[in-house]
């Protein structure tokens, strides 16, 4: 079976662009997860969602950023307008029973 | 008091030592508790679960001790492939929201 897929794997984009960010968790799992990830703050959990519905949001920075969850196959991560930063490893996570299990992340770069 | 709190390290280790890492957490009414792995560049992925008991898997060994709320993980007869950085992570029951330390490096040198 497929692990958590993210795309795209790398990203650079200049400062005030929008990006978009995508997920596509393990079939059979209800919680998916965005986190963030960088050397001075660690892995920092931004949003999670069960059954396609946001439970917490606290963690999104702000008003910038926004995720949502359409279907249970596939959910998305934008950040609008991006700003430097925002350069992080961006991870989506899912899982059905506690344990996460990660996607490969995806490596913003705002110029 | 941060959630979650790890020696960031690094541990430079020769190979065949044994190492131990602690993890100590401020919220007592955490339930469960892992041991997750990400090597350079790479995903955490789920090294072991801790349970009350105590368990083991392998070379690796994971105690969790409520009264003074920390965790803790040993590995035994160190391997070069035992290098990366290990993260503690907690969440509270029925609560998939998890805090995970900042991680703590280990280097197995030859």
């Known amino acids: 079976d497929a692990g958590v897929i993210q795309s795209p794997r790398h990203e650079v984009t200049e400062m005030g662009q929008e990006v978009t960010l995508r997920c596509k968790p393990i079939s059979g799992h209800d919680y998916l997860f965005w986190y963030r990830q960088t050397m001075m703050r660690g892995l920092e959990l931004l949003i999670y969602?069960?059954?396609?519905?946001?439970?917490?949001d606290s963690g999104m920075p702000e008003d910038r950023f926004s995720a949502k969850m359409p279907n249970a196959s596939f959910s998305t991560l934008k950040i609008q307008p991006s700003e430097p930063r925002d350069s992080a490893v961006y991870f989506c996570a899912s899982s059905s029973q506690g344990t996460q299990y990660f996607g490969p992340g995806t490596r913003l770069l705002v110029l | 008091r941060k959630e979650v709190e790890q020696d960031p390290g690094p541990f430079n280790v020769p190979e065949g030592a044994t190492v131990a890492f602690n993890c100590t957490y401020s919220?007592?009414?955490?339930?469960?508790f892992f041991w997750y792995r990400q090597d350079c560049r790479k995903e955490p992925k789920l090294l072991m679960s801790v349970y009350s008991s105590g368990n083991e898997d392998g070379r690796f060994t994971a105690q969790l001790n409520r009264a003074s709320q920390y965790i803790s993980l040993l590995i035994r007869d160190s391997k070069l492939s035992d290098s990366a950085t290990y993260l503690c992570?907690?969440?509270?029951?029925?609560?998939?929201?998890?805090?995970f330390g900042t991680g703590t490096k280990l280097q197995v040198i030859p």
């Open positions: 969602f069960n059954n396609n519905v946001p439970i917490d």
């Open positions: 919220n007592s009414a955490s339930q469960s």
């Open positions: 992570v907690v969440n509270r029951g029925g609560y998939q929201k998890v805090t």
